[in-house]
């Protein structure tokens, strides 16, 4: 399920800076949704979109077939608690990084380019690895509260 959207929170929007779909501060709300959030790469404040301009606006339909929303089943919705699931990911966070040293880590910035396993320290979510490559511009690095994607080969 996911997380209730608030002020202060994160959410995923197109970036009118970076032109990248990135994780972005939320700083206001209008029915329930973001409305102005703060691109936590570049630090642009700009409305909230949900996609790339000229895209077509996801929706249900669009899933491929047999693959169910997240968080479901066919017996109902998922049951599964949100310390067991904040548990799961610290657990995969410490088998990633076990018996690696603090050397191994790469400091994290936008320029940089990163691969499936590196270890990257950012300055503000602390430790992390690198879980997916998503594109030539984006990864997905698993830190110990959360996986969060970010930008890469930004220069």
Known sequence: MPKPLRVAG???SWCTRCRLLLNHRIVSMKSGKAYQVECLTCRSAHLWRAH???????TA???PAGVR????????PARTGRVSAAAR???QWAKATLGRGDRDFKAYNVGGNFNEGDLVRHKKFGDGVVTRVIDAKKVEVLFRDEPR??????S
Do not use: H
């Open 61 to 63: 339909g669009d899933r």
């Open 69 to 76: 929303r997240s968080g479901t089943s066919a017996a109902g």
């Open 89 to 91: 990911l610290e657990e």
């Open 149 to 154: 994607t970010l930008a890469q080969g930004m």
């Open 10 to 12: 994160e959410v995923d």
């Open 52 to 58: 790339a301009p000229g895209e077509k606006a996801p």
